[in-house]
């Protein structure tokens, strides 16, 4: 079955500064690349994903980045806020019905 | 529009009593899964169901069962609880196989003494 890896389990940033958060996937079927933010005691919220005919996609402070050759894909955060803390997680989905979920990072973000 | 509804929201139980978690999704979306988390581990999937009338197992099915009672509505099961089924469960629906993400119920915190 797929398995994700993701990095670095924590991740204490400054404020204002940028989080970079890695996963790989062994699957090279996989197609759809979805990242997952956790608050405490909530559930897991889609932040963004993107699917495996494109490199790259954006929205306002947060991008994600796939190569499909290497097998990784990382989500980026720029000019990070006390709101972006959070637990992220990434996951890749091995066949068209279920998503394999990285073990989580995170993310803390110092005023 | 409620989304993915779960219940109970915290259950406690002692080894050995069964139990069912509820979850409902008013959204017409054709798959449901379950999924438990603890930490350090991510999110795993116990079962799911690609479509009405059809289960599947995923990674850590033990001790559970499923019914996908109708297109609303996936049970999840535990027939003699043990204290390595604490967890948080957390229910969740996809519209269709074409790669929408999930969405996700609140979660019930289960705690097996």
């Known amino acids: 079955g797929e398995n994700v890896e993701q990095h670095p389990s924590t991740l204490s940033v400054q404020e204002g500064d940028s989080a970079v958060i890695k996963c790989t996937y062994s699957d090279s079927a996989s197609n ?7 608050e405490l005691g909530k559930r897991p919220q889609l932040i963004i994903d993107i699917r495996s005919n494109v490199g790259e996609k954006k929205d306002q402070r947060i991008a994600v980045t796939l190569n499909k050759t290497a ?25 068209d019905y279920k998503l394999s979920f990285g073990a989580g990072t995170t993310v803390t973000v110092r005023a | 529009n409620a989304g993915v509804t779960q219940t109970p929201k915290f259950q406690v139980l002692k080894t ?19 999924y438990r988390q603890d930490p350090g ?8 169901s690609a479509s009405e009338g059809t289960t599947d197992k995923g990674e850590v099915p033990n001790g ?38 999930y969405t996700f119920g609140s979660g019930t915190r289960l705690t097996v003494v």
């Open chain 2, 16 to 34: 050995g009593q069964s139990m069912t978690l509820q979850c409902a999704q008013d959204m017409n979306h054709n798959s449901m899964y379950w």
């Open chain 2, 64 to 101: 559970y069962n499923v019914s996908r009672l109708n297109k609303r509505e996936f049970s999840l099961r535990l027939e003699s609880a043990a204290p390595s089924q604490t967890s948080v469960y957390f229910c969740a629906s996809r519209r269709d196989s074409t790669n929408y993400g």
């Open chain 2, 41 to 48: 581990m991510g999110l795993r999937l116990i079962y799911y």
């Open chain 1, 32 to 38: 759809y690349f979805p990242w997952y933010k956790q």
């Open chain 1, 71 to 95: 097998k990784h894909f990382s989500l980026h955060i720029t000019e990070t806020q006390p709101e972006d803390s959070a637990v992220y997680f990434c996951a890749a989905n091995p066949n």
